[in-house]
């Protein structure tokens, strides 16, 4: 799923060193939508990216994917080196991940590397292997709260949350709900997120697969009509997925040097003839209904479903084909049982053939 509301951190530079704020001012959410966006990044950017960071990377078998998309990629373009000495992309990696059920001994690992004046990392990236797909509420809690706690203590470094791989369950199951809390906790809290379980949900013309696993069983229909790079493996899953991933992490590193794509700027204009846009809902703060107006750029199915902060799906407003143009309905603030829902915070989604949005709504009583 797209959380891809509101894209921009503060990153100032003195010479070519980032230095990153606490807090940053919004939330970057690397998914499938910005994949295309990959082909904008200059060759200084490049060289931004290779002067400013160090990382740290803890990840087994499944977080790999992101690193031999990297490989993938440098394969295309000798600009996108890393390890290579001075100069370089530094990217430090470890065999270890997020655990499962509450276990947070990956931050007593992170905090002894970061305090060891043998590295100087500035960026710190933690992969899920398979606890995602059944962590518990708490368990999820934890890391999210562990994370935070971390970002406070090096205020110097970005921390970047990770979503789960798939596990072909679809919305209604465990992976998805833990999945939805994190979207949820980076969108409110303005995190930096590779949703690395969107980019494994979309084919490049934006087509969702709700079922879909971490082999990617779209990438071999993709790949069977469309010219693919190949790799020696990618653990778990298609190389195609792979390639997706590694360019979704320089696209998320270009972000971090303070690079805005094209898209971004565009989006000062979005009712633009071809653009597809879910407007904030007004009023917002709502007591008891709130309208929502979209756009559709051209003609596309569409479905806008209504979350919570747990990501369990609250109720459908939309789910049908429409041709372009500009739409509003209304939210009662009802489940899909048409029974009132309590006072809080809830996320509107919407889908087409090939763009997803969300926007956060607050219900106030």
């Keep these: 799923m797209n959380v891809s509301v509101i894209l921009k951190i503060v990153v100032a530079f003195a010479g070519l060193l980032p230095v990153f704020l606490c807090s940053a001012q919004a939330a970057i959410i690397v ?11 200059t060759s200084q950017v490049i060289a931004d990216i290779q002067a400013g960071f160090s990382i740290f990377y803890g990840h087994t078998s499944h977080g790999s994917q992101l690193v031999t998309g990297m490989d993938m990629l440098l394969a295309e373009d000798s600009r996108l080196v890393y390890n290579n000495g001075e100069g370089t992309l530094q990217l430090y990696e470890i065999s270890d991940d997020l655990g499962e059920y509450g276990d947070t001994s990956w931050a007593a690992i992170t905090r002894s590397y970061l305090n060891n004046a043998s590295y100087d990392f500035n960026v710190v990236i933690w992969s899920w292997c398979g606890g995602a797909g059944y962590d518990t509420e708490a368990g999820l809690q934890a890391y999210l709260d562990k994370f935070t706690e971390l970002e406070n203590q090096y205020p110097g470094v970005t921390f970047v949350y990770m979503t789960g791989h798939l596990n072909g369950t679809g919305e209604d199951d465990t992976i998805w709900r833990n999945n939805q809390m994190i ?24 087509i969702y697969y709700e079922y879909e696993t971490d082999a990617c069983n779209w990438c071999y229909d993709w790949c069977s009509t469309h010219t693919c790079p190949t790799c020696v493996l990618c653990a778990h899953s298609h190389c195609f997925n792979c390639y997706q991933k590694g360019k979704g992490f320089w696209w998320m590193m270009a972000r971090l040097t303070g690079w805005t794509p094209v898209s971004d700027v565009d989006d000062e204009n979005p ?15 709502f007591n008891p209904s709130t309208t929502i107006e979209y756009t559709l750029g051209e003609a596309s199915s569409v479905t806008i479903d209504i979350y919570n902060l747990l990501g369990e799906k609250v109720t459908n407003l939309v789910s049908a084909r429409k041709p372009a143009g500009t739409y509003t309905i209304q939210w009662n603030g009802a489940d899909r049982f048409g029974r009132a829902v309590s006072s809080g915070i809830y996320f509107c989604l919407l889908r087409t053939d090939g763009y997803t949005e969300t926007r956060r709504m607050v219900l106030s009583k």
């Excluded at 998914?31 to 990044?41: P, V």
């Excluded at 906790?185 to 969107?198: E, G, S, T």
């Excluded at 009712?271 to 703060?285: A, D, I, S, V, W």
Aim: with cysteine; proline share 8%.
């Design 31 to 41: 998914d499938h939508t910005r994949i295309s966006e990959f082909d904008q990044i």
């Design 183 to 206: 979207r949820s906790y980076c969108a409110i809290n303005n995190k930096v997120l590779y949703d690395f379980a969107d980019i494994e949900s979309y084919n490049p013309e934006g």
């Design 271 to 285: 009712k633009l003839p071809g653009r597809f846009t879910l407007e904030q809902n007004y009023p917002n703060p």
